[in-house]
């Protein structure tokens, strides 16, 4: 099991930026696939960034494609998600995820959680 502890969150105004952090602890983090999801009121959680072990390989939900952005940093065990041009309809939990492949948008298949961080963009 690994440890995952989000910051980053808070409010902004439409069309500006935050960036969020996870921070792993407990597991080999660089075997790790990490994802970061978020869950809006009264809204299934959804998968909207990953990011392989590598780096190299990365999924974004059409909703964040080319306004958010995932990095991992192996060394300092931390993932990050550079959002910009925020939306209102961003506003939510942000969480970030870990599993040793890639589980797709199903949260039952993500079995590492952090608490979550909230983000709340206004129009």
């Known amino acids: 099991q690994v440890q995952l502890t989000e910051s980053g969150g808070g409010s902004v105004q439409c069309g500006g930026s935050l960036r969020l952090s996870c921070a792993a602890a407990?597991?080999?983090?660089?075997?790790?696939?990490m994802a970061w999801f978020r869950q809006a009121p009264g809204k299934e959680r959804e998968c909207v960034a990953a990011?392989?072990?590598?780096?190299?390989?990365?999924y974004y939900s059409d909703s964040v494609k080319g306004r958010f952005t995932i990095s991992r940093d192996n060394a300092k065990n931390t993932v990050h998600l550079e959002m910009n041009s925020l939306k209102p309809e961003d506003t939510a939990d942000y969480y970030c995820?870990?599993?040793?492949?890639?589980?797709?948008?199903?949260?039952?298949?993500?079995?590492?959680w952090g608490q979550g961080t909230q983000v709340t963009v206004s129009s």
């Open positions: 407990g597991r080999t983090f660089s075997r790790l696939v």
């Open positions: 995820a870990a599993e040793p492949s890639y589980r797709g948008n199903d949260r039952s298949s993500w079995h590492s």
């Open positions: 990011i392989t072990w590598t780096g190299v390989y990365t």
